[in-house]
């Protein structure tokens, strides 16, 4: 295998975020999925800080109709900035400024069609060029002192060519992610011999699915762009990944951390329950009250909301 361009550095990062958001329908109709919060951000300002601690300095959004918030939220906002600095808010004008986006790294491209995570990506091509570079779907978060992303570009930068974040989930699962076939394992990182989009439990080749997480080689586009469609008629990112395969080196990361899927409402609360846990201001107001909602479910399981 070559590997003279499969160690070059990482600097750029693709955003997909033109999805419908179905599953939080009707929050969704108009705003964004990726602006829902978890705990004090958006779900997309954690995965722009996670790249941002990684080393990456462009991040392109690739979006749609009714997602210009996310630029929005990354912009400077003069009024919010003077009035917290004029109140001597400076914590949340903190906060408020680390959100900001730095000059001339942002990038847009759209969407026109969900068609599929596939053509998403294909639809940052011309903004990636000829370099190796990061997707971080922001259904996926990952809580670890070190982001994902940092720990897959170590990785990267010992094995080269693509990476893959992995983790186990349950045999009957499989049918909802991304499977991988796997070689040698050595517990930390597996080479990847098969990529298989939403397999049936009996067919799964393994129960090490992707989450959403890759530093892959611009090879990929040209995969992409035959719009092949697989599972569920979307243009599928891992039938273009899986072309890469014997091709380039392509390892999978067990990363460290807890992952949480933020793409369904379980998921979603789930996540809020452990980011609002691990809060430095009310992390214990939050343990408390997630112990009495257990008590209440215990002394006879009624419904709390119905109260
Ligand atoms: P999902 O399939 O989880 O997002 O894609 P979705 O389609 O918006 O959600 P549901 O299933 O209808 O509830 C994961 C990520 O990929 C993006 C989404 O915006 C999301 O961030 N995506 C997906 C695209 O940008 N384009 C697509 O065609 C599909």
Redesign the pocket.
């Known amino acids: 295998m070559s590997s003279t361009h499969h160690k070059r550095r990482v600097r750029k990062a693709v ?11 009707p929050a ?1 109709k108009v705003m ?3 602006m829902l919060p978890i705990n004090d951000r958006p779900l997309i300002q954690h995965v722009f800080e996670e790249a941002r601690e990684a080393g990456i300095e462009d991040f392109i959004f ?3 109709r009714h997602k210009e918030l996310l630029e929005e939220h990354f912009d400077y906002q003069p009024e919010l900035e003077d009035t917290l600095k004029a109140r001597g808010k400076t914590d949340m004008l903190e906060k408020v400024q680390d959100s900001e986006m730095p000059a001339g790294r942002l990038f847009l491209t759209r ?1 026109p ?5 596939g ?2 990506v294909w639809c940052a091509r011309e903004l990636i060029g000829d370099e190796p570079f990061a997707i971080l ?3 996926d978060l990952v809580n670890y002192k070190q982001g994902c992303l940092s720990q897959m570009i170590d990785a990267y930068n010992v094995h080269g060519g693509n990476i893959v974040a992995v983790k186990d989930v349950p045999r009957p699962e499989t049918n909802k992610y991304g499977i991988l076939n796997i070689g040698q394992d050595d517990g930390h990182i597996v080479s990847v011999k098969g990529l298989v989009e939403k397999p049936k439990p009996e067919d799964a080749p393994s129960t090490l699915s992707i989450i ?1 997480r890759y530093v892959l080689q611009p090879e990929v586009f040209d995969h992409l762009a035959v719009f092949e469609t697989g599972a569920g008629g ?2 599928q990112l891992t039938d273009a990944m899986a072309k890469l395969i014997g091709q380039q080196p392509f390892h999978g990361l067990r990363f460290k951390g807890d992952h949480h899927d933020c ?2 409402r379980l998921g979603f609360i789930k996540a809020n329950l452990a980011y609002g846990m691990a809060d430095k201001e009310i992390g214990a107001a939050v343990r408390q009250a997630i112990l009495e909602a257990a008590e209440t479910i215990k002394a006879g399981g009624r419904d709390v909301a119905a109260e």
């Open positions: 955003f997909p975020v033109a999805g419908l958001g179905t599953r939080f329908l969704t964004p999925k990726e690739v979006t749609g969407q069609r969900p068609l599929g995570l053509h998403a779907l922001p259904d959403g979307e243009i793409g369904g």
